[in-house]
């Protein structure tokens, strides 16, 4: 039997090059510059006994059941978590997903995108904040599986209440504030809810820019525990789950 070659991070580098330049219209110009951020996502090589495979660091991430949440919340992206979200919970609805968070925050309907996805699911989301969750991340962060979730020691948590920019006519400016009340409030009963602090109060705590070190969030109910020690490894952790399904 003629066994195919896998193919390699430079094949694969020049194929991705050739769908893109074809999906752009043949602009050799907008392919180079998608190309660049693309090669800014460094590759991972993995041997075994039918040869290479290569794979972008954060789809080898999702094979240990991690989602990487590192930028600003906007549509494309909270499709790309709800996405592995889906993902993960079928394929296995009772092995804990990993959600790493370090995100200034977003759009807040592309935010509550994920977080009812992540309430959908049967799957426990642990969350873990490794440098910054502010406004709708802090959301996300909040609202881990109970018991599992995390923040590294020198991570910022921030709350605050939403914030928009509004045009056009008198109207429809107060159709869009009386809108971003609405999500504010809701976010305030999201906070109570998983944070266990009265609405009022979570109200009062986020009218301004609200900072916290993870030791106060972790005193705020945001988290569950501060991951000190280098030891406290969620990756090592999914790998062991891993072993012991494979074993059972």
Request: aromatic share 6%; with cysteine.
């Amino acid at each position: 039997m003629t066994r195919h070659p896998i193919p390699t991070r430079r094949a694969a580098h020049a194929a991705a090059r050739e769908t893109t330049r074809a999906a752009l219209g043949g602009s050799a110009a907008l392919a180079a510059a998608f190309e660049t951020r693309a090669m800014l996502v460094p590759m991972v090589i993995e041997s075994s006994s039918r040869g290479e495979r290569a794979y972008d660091i954060y789809s080898r991430l999702l094979k240990e059941r991690i989602i990487f949440l590192g930028d600003t919340i906007e549509d494309h992206v909270a499709n790309l978590i709800i996405a592995q979200l889906l993902f993960l919970e079928s394929e296995d609805p009772d092995k804990d997903i990993n959600l790493y968070i370090n995100s200034p925050g977003g759009v807040v309907t592309s935010g509550l995108a994920i977080y009812d996805t992540m309430e959908y699911l049967r799957a426990p989301v642990a969350t873990i904040c490794i440098g910054m969750a502010a406004s709708m991340a802090s959301v996300l962060l909040a609202a881990g599986a109970k018991g599992k979730r995390y923040s590294l020691p020198n991570s910022r948590i921030m709350i605050h209440q939403g914030s928009g920019g509004f045009r056009g006519n008198t109207p429809d400016v107060l159709i869009q504030v009386r809108e971003l009340e609405t999500l504010s409030e809701r976010l305030h009963e999201i906070l109570a809810q998983h944070t266990g602090q009265p609405v009022e109060k979570v109200r009062r705590d986020t009218d301004r820019d609200y900072f916290m070190s993870p030791e106060q969030a972790r005193s705020y109910g945001i988290i569950d525990e501060v991951m000190a020690r280098p030891g406290v490894s969620l990756i090592a952790k999914a790998k062991d789950e891993r072993a012991k399904a494979g074993e059972g």
